[in-house]
């Protein structure tokens, strides 16, 4: 799947806490009605040495989008590591933030 972070792709613009995906020049790559709050994950480098499978990152959550899988249309995302300080204060104890915070930030 191939990324796009351009605020000319979307008439109506994307802020800098927003990012796009999707397949711009073929379509059939996106999410669709009922997709919200589910994952838009890259692949990390970094591999788990317990079980030698490649780390997959969280990059945003299924927000909207225009129709499903059209060309020359991508999905809209908000970028986790944006609020990763915000979900971090709710759902890990204080002592965890910063390591979580570093590995979205790299």
């Known amino acids: 799947m191939r990324y796009l972070i351009k605020r000319k792709i ?3 613009g994307i802020t800098e806490n927003q990012l796009c995906a999707g397949d711009y020049e073929n379509g059939g790559k996106d999410t669709c009605q009922g997709d ?3 994952p838009l994950q890259i692949m990390d480098d970094r591999v788990d040495c317990v079980k030698s499978f490649p780390l997959h990152k969280l990059v945003g959550i299924t927000s909207f989008g225009r129709d499903c899988g059209r060309k020359m249309v991508l999905g809209v995302y908000p970028r986790v590591s944006r609020y990763i300080k915000w979900i971090g204060n709710i759902v890990w ?3 965890e933030i ?3 915070y570093k590995f979205y930030n790299n």
């Open 36 to 38: 919200s709050g589910g």
């Open 93 to 95: 104890p204080d002592d």
């Open 10 to 12: 979307l008439q109506f």
């Open 98 to 100: 910063l390591t979580i």
